[in-house]
């Protein structure tokens, strides 16, 4: 894609990202919209998830009626060779438990691939934003991820989810741990993709992850210099699937400790 247009896409992503990221810290705020329901086991919604998807749908479609759109909660509309996905709220049930940990993520697919990445955090005004070729920011910042080598001196965050037997997950835990790394698990995805991408943790994996939940992170951590798999690759958009980024010089030990291939 050519760059004017991934500009502009970022352009507008970031704008659309910051104004929903408004909207959710002023409903954070307020205890009665933190109220929720129970899609399935551990999946929280609350009505601001529906809100803020919303109102990044109808933004996108303003900018770019061409597009299509993925939304956790709404599922797809239009095309897909050119498409937006959305999570509105990722880190749901920590945002309805009144934990300042959670995000709004926001991509762009085009031929197949994430070409663009906005993850904004509201409460901390913290948005990482990237585009294919074009590198990687925070707050306007560039970013690199870590130049870690030592597992043993690595902090990482596994991801948990419900579509894998929790006996998968635990082992993992045992691993990465018993690799001498620091665990992590914070419950968001997308914001603990975004923290690989600055440098802060060293890596993430998790065993199956959603598109929106996981694409616009992917986009952060190749333009920030980590690496990723291909997850595209593994039908990602249509099935969600295994995610590992990490810094390049933890690759190879993380690459066996995670059972996914970079």
């Known amino acids: 894609m050519h760059s004017m247009t991934l500009n502009a896409r970022l352009d507008r992503a970031t704008e659309i990202a910051r104004e929903a990221g408004t909207l959710m810290r002023r409903r954070f705020a307020d205890r009665d919209s933190r109220a929720y329901a129970m899609k399935g086991h551990q999946d929280f919604l609350t009505a601001v998830d529906g809100e803020v998807e919303t109102l990044v749908a109808g933004r996108l479609r303003q900018s770019f009626p061409e597009d299509g759109i993925i939304g956790e909660e709404h599922g797809a509309t239009g095309r897909t060779d050119g498409v937006w996905v959305v999570d509105p709220i990722d880190g749901t049930a920590n945002f309805a438990r ?119 992170g992917v986009v952060l951590v190749r333009e920030a210099g980590g690496r990723t798999n291909d997850f595209m690759g593994e039908g990602g958009l249509q099935r969600g699937a295994p995610i590992l980024a990490c810094a390049p010089g933890l690759a190879p030990a993380l690459e066996g400790i995670a059972g996914i291939r970079l």
């Open 98 to 216: 009144g934990i300042a940990h959670f995000c709004i993520s926001i991509a762009y697919v085009a031929a197949g691939e994430p070409v663009v990445g906005v993850i904004y955090d509201p409460v901390r005004d913290e948005l990482f934003a990237a585009a294919s070729g074009l590198g990687a920011a925070l707050n306007g910042e560039a970013m690199r991820v870590s130049q870690a080598e030592d597992i043993r001196a690595a902090s990482v965050e596994c991801g948990w989810s419900m579509r894998r037997p929790v006996q998968d997950y635990i082992a993992l835990c045992g691993r990465v741990m018993g690799a001498g790394a620091g665990l992590y698990r914070c419950g968001s995805g997308a914001l603990g993709m975004a923290y690989v991408a600055a440098g802060r943790l060293d890596g993430y994996i998790e065993l199956h992850i959603n598109a929106w939940d996981v694409l616009a």
